[in-house]
């Protein structure tokens, strides 16, 4: 219930945030490093759709919405990530980015295709600590660190991490 109740309030804020009159909506795509401390890291991808709303002229906010593959070795775990980034902006377009992210398991399974979904909680709880670089041009150069708050799997104390690699394009500018 609990889980359920910090996913709805991550998307009744993201909504409220893109409601705001975004500066720009774009797509990112990426590569993903994770490690969900069974085994050895798992190499996977990340792809999805972000929005931006300027708060002042260095601060926004970044609300995405992403499916990421994470997982170990043998490992295959699909999540729908949510992360609400506050970004601080520089003139020269470089950024620092950090905030929280919630993660809806989407499926899990071992190597040999089976099942494992119920060994991991629904939701996944992440800090996320970035840096960037977005061009003029729309471009936007990202690398995050994941940091789950959430044991992985379930009976084990071991918190996940993944090391995100993103490019970007704003699709859509709204404002100068």
Aim: proline content about 3%; hydrophobic content about 40%.
């Amino acid at each position: 219930m609990k889980s359920y109740l910090i996913l709805i309030i991550s998307l009744i804020f993201t909504t409220k945030v893109i409601s705001q009159t975004p500066e720009g909506i774009g797509i990112r795509a990426g590569l993903n490093y994770a490690e969900t401390g069974i085994t050895d890291a798992n190499k996977g991808i990340h792809f999805g759709a972000y929005g931006y709303v300027r708060l002042s002229e260095k601060i926004g906010l970044q609300p995405e919405i992403l499916y990421s593959k994470e997982g170990s070795f043998g490992i295959n775990l699909n999540y729908l990530d949510i992360p609400i980034l506050l970004k601080l902006n520089s003139q020269s377009g470089f950024n620092i980015h950090l905030g929280p992210e919630v993660g809806y398991l989407l499926s899990a399974n071992d190597e040999d295709g089976s099942d494992i979904k119920a060994s991991y909680e629904k939701l996944k709880l992440s800090s996320v600590l970035g840096v960037g670089w977005d061009t003029p041009s729309g471009f936007q150069f990202s690398t995050k660190y994941i940091f789950g708050l959430t044991r992985m799997p379930v009976d084990d104390g071991f918190k996940g991490w993944v090391y995100q690699f993103s490019i970007g394009y704003t699709l859509f500018r709204f404002s100068d």
